[in-house]
């Protein structure tokens, strides 16, 4: 059964529909659909008539469970609203490079930068995150995370460093920071996601003793010559 995502419909202006492949070998009335996000656990072949996979990605889920304090960094702050927002919009792009809605061209870069921008909004509003933090560097910010917390649980949105300042260990303070204002508020784990072909995050999250505990592969299949 093809699920609706009516959020990324209205957002693109598309009929978007979510299908898990276990279930494509039912029938499907894939014809009402634009574009359909296909996902399983295991990596798989699939060709829907009409439609055309234009895009893959295997997404990686990291772990890690809160077991003692870090130290908070004092170049770490919440965004306030004198916080120039194009720099925090940047930093968004920045952490979406490795992102499907970037690397599957059918959707346009004007309507990725869109989405980060609107991740970011709803982000500072509270709707997709308790806390968007930024590392500065003489008032410049430089790195950005967001984290929503559920119960006792956290989990990061989106993680950035400018790439002027990359490879200086921003990214790593940053993590290190939220782990320790989480520990102290009582969470006890941290899940960040990233992409297989992001090696760069892979080995970065590897090394800050985070495990990969989860993995969701998703392919594109836009309906043949659909396009935004």
Avoid at 136 to 148: F, H, R
Avoid at 190 to 210: D, E, V
Wanted: charged residues 25%; glycine residues 6%.
């Amino acid at each position: 059964m093809i699920r609706k995502m009516e959020w990324d419909s209205t957002f693109f202006g598309l009929r978007v529909g979510e299908l898990d492949f276990n279930e494509s070998q039912y029938f499907i009335d894939e014809a009402e659909y634009d574009l359909l996000y296909v996902v399983s656990n295991d990596d798989f072949n699939l060709k829907l008539k009409g439609f055309e996979n234009s895009f893959s990605e295997q997404k990686i889920k990291f772990y890690k469970e809160l077991k003692e304090p870090q130290q908070l960094s004092t170049n770490v702050f919440s965004f306030k609203e004198t916080d120039p927002i194009q720099e925090v919009y940047e930093l968004a792009y920045e952490s979406g490079k490795h992102s499907r809605f970037l690397l599957d061209r059918k959707f346009g870069q004007e309507k990725f930068k869109e989405l980060y921008q609107r991740w970011i909004d709803n982000s500072i509003s509270g709707n997709f995150a308790d806390d968007v933090l930024l590392y500065k560097i003489q008032e410049k910010s430089v790195g950005l995370l967001t984290y929503k917390t559920i119960n006792k649980k956290a989990f990061v949105g989106l993680i950035a460093v400018s790439s002027q300042q990359q490879g200086k260990g921003i990214g790593g303070i940053l993590l290190k920071h939220l782990e320790g204002f989480l520990y102290n508020k009582g969470i006890e784990s941290l899940t960040i996601p990233t992409q297989h072909q992001n090696q760069q995050a892979c080995y970065f999250y590897n090394k800050l003793g985070y495990s990969i505990s989860e993995q969701t592969y998703i392919k594109h299949y836009w309906k043949i010559n659909d396009t935004i």
